[in-house]
């Protein structure tokens, strides 16, 4: 299992954010984050904890390890604002996310 | 570039029976893992079945195993998704993706289509 927090998190741009994820279990460095904006489909982000995705931008980072997981924004633009799910891409079947992160603007 | 374009989707009964599909293009089909991922209207992302780059392996989430099939053509690099036996709480978009996995089997989901909306209803 998978658990995020905050639910939902309110910054202005130029703030930065600080999203987590805990798993139940140690997943390793095996931990994946996901942006999602409203009405679009996800977009890996971030996968083996801190690697960017082709074309993510530097200002996205990922740290963590075992259980404990977090992905930071070290200076919000206004196209951040979105839902962040994680997803542990380790022990499968299942495949499990998180159940997400709101990042609303302030 | 890669697209996954999924299509299919609609209002079906409790029951019932729909077939979802995903063209691919832009990448070589055949070389990767591909998956369907749902989210129900408002809720978290939640994955529904994996099938291997030759077809000859499948899983299933629990809450559709024996309903639900996972099939390709890689041909006519083409996803599929055959659900039998729908229900309420099969309401959803369905989100066709490309798998990514690793040398060590760790999958996670590198391109998504934009998804096709299912809904059951009477």
Known sequence: VLTQSPATLSL?????????????QSVGSNLV??????GQAPRLLIYDTSKRATGVPARFSGSG????FTLTVSSLEPEDFAVYYCQQRS???PITFGQGTRLDIK | E????????????????LRLSCAASGFIYSSYWMSWVRQAPGKGLEWVANIKRDGTDKYYD????????ISRDNAKKSLSLQMNNVRVEDTAVYFCARG??????NYCFDNWGQGTLVTVSS
Request: charged share 20%; glycine share 16%.
């Open chain 1, 12 to 24: 202005s741009p130029g703030e930065r954010a600080t999203l987590s994820c805990r798993a139940s």
């Open chain 1, 33 to 38: 984050w996901y942006q999602q904006k409203p």
């Open chain 1, 65 to 68: 390890s075992g259980t404990d």
């Open chain 1, 91 to 93: 022990h499968w079947p």
């Open chain 2, 2 to 17: 890669v697209q996954l374009v999924e299509s299919g989707g609609g209002l079906v009964q409790p029951g019932g029976s």
């Open chain 2, 62 to 69: 629990d809450s559709v195993k024996g309903r639900f099939a």
């Open chain 2, 100 to 105: 990514a996995v690793d040398d060590s089997g």
